[in-house]
């Protein structure tokens, strides 16, 4: 059977470039952004295939891919966010009302790549000298573990000081401030929002502040050491990875906030 090449970016008088190469020329151009005519031709010659630098330049030309430097400088916020993850760190609030109708806030930390929620606060009275202290306590926490991340997303509530800032930019965190009504720019934070929603707080009356804390931080460990995640695989955060359990004949459940959550572990 007789093949139909298509010859967009061959010359006259040299035989057309095979589908499938054209078709790996270009996903080797939209995956790596930065890699110019040159580095795509040494990366094909790896695989047995030797085609020119121009015609890798005229094949991307007429598939409507710029050069590299203006392919690079064109990543989208979602290839930041999955590039960055394992030095990224996300924090946000979110409020709830309590049955005397006073409304409490709640500040919490996200580490992107790991997906553990650090619960660093909770207040009726959320000022830029209280948030300025949860981060310095968050330093705390984070230890040695803090010189890894390089990025900390945010909005631009008036709470986020400059003294609050400053304690990142110490430790050379850069602030990535999100676009105004933009919450799609902090979705990571923003999903734990809704999930603590859905599976804690609206099911819940919380009489005052030291009731919805005591509630958070038992839901928080729950959330690190207890829940599956998709994006991890469903595992929890502090899973590990590389352990395989082997399958269990007995499950035993406990109960997490008086039943609202369950667990479920092996029995010995």
């Known amino acids: 059977m007789k ?22 020329i270009l996903r080797l151009a939209r995956e790596n952004p930065s890699w110019g005519y040159t580095r795509i031709q040494g990366e094909l010659r790896r695989f047995g295939h030797r085609v020119s630098a121009s015609t890798i330049r005229r094949l991307l030309r007429s598939a409507g891919l710029p050069p590299a430097p203006r392919r690079a400088d064109e990543q989208t916020w979602r290839q930041f966010l999955h590039t960055q993850a394992e030095g990224l760190l996300a924090c946000d609030f979110f409020h709830v009302d309590t049955v005397t109708l006073r409304r409490v806030y709640v500040f919490f930390v996200m ?10 606060g909770v207040t009726a009275n959320p000022t830029g000298a209280w948030v300025a202290q949860q981060a310095r306590n968050l330093q705390l926490i984070l230890g040695e573990n803090a ?18 800032d400053a304690v990142f930019t110490g430790n050379d965190t850069q602030i990535v401030k999100t676009a105004p ?10 999903r734990f929002v809704r999930t603590v929603r859905t599976e804690c707080t609206d099911r819940i009356l919380t009489y005052n502040e030291q009731h919805l804390r005591r509630i958070l931080n038992r839901y928080a460990e ?22 395989l359990p082997f399958p269990a004949r007995h499950v035993h459940r406990r109960k997490i906030l008086g039943g609202l959550l369950n667990e479920y572990q092996s029995a010995a």
Request: aromatic share 8%; no cysteine; glycine share 2%.
């Open 3 to 24: 093949r139909k090449w298509h010859q967009s970016a061959a010359k006259p008088g040299r035989p057309p470039i095979p589908a499938e190469l054209q078709t790996l």
């Open 111 to 120: 580490e992107v790549h790991t997906r553990t929620v650090h619960l660093l």
């Open 147 to 164: 010189d890894r991340f390089r990025y900390l997303i945010r909005d631009r509530d008036a709470k986020f000081t400059a003294a609050f």
């Open 181 to 190: 009504q933009a919450p799609r720019m902090n979705a990571y934070a923003e």
């Open 222 to 243: 729950h959330y690190n050491t207890g829940r599956a995640h998709r994006a991890l695989n469903l595992r929890a955060p502090a899973d590990n990875p590389n352990v």
